[in-house]
């Protein structure tokens, strides 16, 4: 019923900028939040950066290098990265909070395939 396509993944060096994209398709009446979380290999997932009605926030380990930002008319979140790090290498998870019925007003979460960031030399 909802869908979350990612893209914009790839291999970059250290220092380099990737932007992900993240578009929401299918029964959507409104969206509440839109994030990006991120997961490495042998560690739990973690919330990188959202952005909700309350404005934006990011892990500490991002802060300064990475931009959240969103087009709600095109149910679309991006994430700008700057000044890669190795550690910053991980599978890229959309999210969404998505409200798909007009009556009542609770949301569900939905999310995306994931996108592989690889920061490396």
Not at 2 to 22: D, I, M, T
Not at 56 to 84: C, H, P, W
Request: charged residues 20%.
């Amino acid at each position: 019923q909802v869908q979350l396509v990612e893209s914009g993944g790839g291999l970059v060096q250290p220092g380099g900028s990737l932007r992900l994209s993240c578009v929401a398709s299918g029964r959507i009446f409104s969206i509440y939040d839109m994030g990006w979380y991120r997961q490495a290999p042998g560690k739990q997932r973690e919330l990188v950066a959202a952005i909700t009605s309350d404005g934006t926030t990011y892990v500490e380990s991002v802060k300064g290098r990475f931009t959240i930002s969103r087009d709600n008319a095109k149910n679309t979140v991006f994430v700008q990265m700057n000044s890669l790090k190795p550690e910053d290498t991980a599978v890229y998870y959309c999210h969404a909070l998505i409200r798909t019925t007009w009556w009542g007003d609770k949301g569900y979460d939905y999310w995306g395939q994931g996108t592989q960031v690889t920061v490396s030399s």
